[in-house]
Structures are given as structure tokens and as C-alpha cells.
């Protein structure tokens, strides 16, 4: 019974250490940019800059040799503090 | 061994299998775990708190599903722990937060909220089956003390 039992326990623990190593990221990624609509912008700390919600697009990118690859993707780019519409300024009134 | 016995340990062996994963992965890549704890709608001042505690945890609980006499314990333990993890979803789900954060996090990035809400659901539902288990397997479990008290007068 107990080889049984520390058979299947062994192969739980080898597995999820060997497979937590075999999917960490490879690269260490210096800065993170995203997608201003006409070119990469540095995006800063997420959480502190900026936040990456859930939609189909991608949120940042890691810059190597001149590439942008996607890095977190199936999430939006939301800068922290602008989420909001920005409001319309009152308009000038002319001096008479 | 009894298909019961088997069963429990196949769900142990599951439940180490991804609490062990998921703390390895964080420890692994710590700089984008803090980043991912500060990316949810929590406070940042429990960052330094949480991201410290959870995989520790995880471990923890990993260890007490190994040992019989811990394993019921840490059955309840992953229970809870699953739970929290559970309504916190449904929370993100019901778009209870004024942002939906990105799911990212190890080889479980590419799962949607609602993956992620399928894959708790189903180890909340391995889990109570655990429990059922380990009580009718205590119950059964009769001490070699009992059976062999007159050997020791």
C-alpha cells in the first residue's frame, strides 16, 4: 500500500517541480513597452503605472534586436489614473 | 490497496501537483509575480504581504497531503484556500472591480477567468471528495495498539 501511495506522491512532486522549471521564462526581460496606436512607449511598473485588463489584444511587449514580441498577451493596456473619459474644458467666454 | 485508497491518493497527487507547480512558478519568476499581485484590484500595500504568504502556503499545504496524519488537515486547508481562490474569481467575473485584470501567471496564463473558474470548481469538487475519503478512511483505521492491548499487559 504505502509503495503504492509514495509512487503516485513522488511522481506528483517530480512533476510539478520538472514542470515548473520547463515553463519559467527564458529571458529576463529588462523593460516592458505596449502600444501607443503609433509606436512603443515604456510602460512603466504594472500596478503602479498601469494595469493590463482582460480583452483579446496585447498588453506589453519585450524589445530584443529590434523586434517586439507580445508578452502579456489577451489583455489591454489601461494606464493607471486616466481610465476615465477625460472631461471637456468649460468653454471661453469672451471678454466684452 | 482499495479503489477508495487509490482514488484519495490520485486526489492528493493532484492537489501537490498544482499547489507545488503553481508556488514553484512564483519563485521562479518573483519579479513578475509581484508585478502580476500588483496588476489586481487589490491594494499595493498587501503586495509585500501576499506574494510571500500565498506560495508559502502552497508549499505548506503540499507537505500535509504527503503524511496521513496531516493530510486531513491540509485537505481542509486546500478547501479553504481553493474557496478564497474561487470567490475571488467570481468576483473578477461579475465584474465586481472596476477594471478586469489579465489572468497571467505561469503555464496558466493562457487560461480566461472563466477557465480558471471551471478548473477551481473542479478541484473544489476533487477536494470535497477527498474529505469524504480521509473521514470514512480514519473511521475503518483501527490503531495495531488497540488490537494488540493485552500483548502489552
Known amino acids: 500500500m504505502n509503495k503504492i501511495k509514495w509512487t503516485i506522491l513522488t511522481f506528483a512532486i517530480l512533476f510539478s517541480i520538472g514542470s515548473a522549471f520547463a515553463t519559467r521564462p527564458r529571458a529576463n526581460f529588462g523593460s516592458l513597452y505596449y502600444w501607443t496606436g503609433s509606436g512603443y512607449a515604456l510602460a512603466g511598473t504594472e500596478g503602479m503605472n498601469y494595469v493590463c485588463e482582460t480583452s483579446s489584444n496585447v498588453c506589453t511587449y519585450t524589445y530584443s534586436g529590434g523586434v517586439y514580441t507580445p508578452y502579456q498577451t489577451s489583455s489591454n493596456y489601461t494606464p493607471l489614473g486616466i481610465t476615465a473619459e477625460p472631461t471637456k474644458p468649460a468653454p471661453k467666454t469672451e471678454k466684452k | 490497496m482499495s479503489k477508495k485508497q487509490v482514488t484519495l491518493e490520485c486526489i492528493c497527487a493532484l492537489l501537490i501537483l498544482l499547489f507545488?507547480?503553481?508556488?514553484?512558478?512564483?519563485?521562479?519568476?518573483?519579479?513578475?509575480?509581484?508585478?502580476?499581485?500588483?496588476?489586481?484590484?487589490?491594494?499595493?500595500?498587501?503586495?509585500?504581504?501576499?506574494?510571500?504568504?500565498?506560495?508559502?502556503?502552497?508549499?505548506?499545504?503540499?507537505?500535509?497531503?504527503?503524511?496521513?496524519?496531516?493530510?486531513?488537515?491540509?485537505?481542509?486547508?486546500?478547501?479553504?484556500?481553493?474557496?478564497?481562490?474561487?470567490?475571488?474569481?467570481?468576483?473578477?467575473?461579475?465584474?465586481?472591480?472596476?477594471?478586469?485584470?489579465?489572468?497571467?501567471g505561469g503555464v496558466i496564463r493562457n487560461l480566461t477567468w472563466s477557465q480558471h473558474l471551471t478548473l477551481n470548481l473542479f478541484y473544489i469538487a476533487i477536494l470535497v471528495l477527498g474529505i469524504i475519503l480521509q473521514h470514512q478512511q480514519r473511521k475503518s483505521f483501527k490503531p495495531n495498539y488497540i488490537n494488540n492491548k493485552h500483548s502489552l499487559v
Open chain 2, 20 to 104: 507545488l507547480y503553481a508556488s514553484i512558478s512564483k519563485f521562479l519568476d518573483f519579479k513578475t509575480f509581484i508585478d502580476q499581485m500588483n496588476n489586481q484590484p487589490l491594494p499595493n500595500s498587501w503586495t509585500p504581504f501576499l506574494v510571500w504568504s500565498i506560495p508559502l502556503l502552497e508549499i505548506a499545504i503540499s507537505i500535509t497531503l504527503l503524511f496521513e496524519y496531516t493530510r486531513l488537515l491540509g485537505l481542509y486547508a486546500s478547501l479553504v484556500l481553493m474557496v478564497i481562490f474561487t470567490l475571488y474569481t467570481g468576483i473578477v467575473l461579475l465584474h465586481f472591480f472596476h477594471y478586469i485584470p489579465c489572468s497571467c
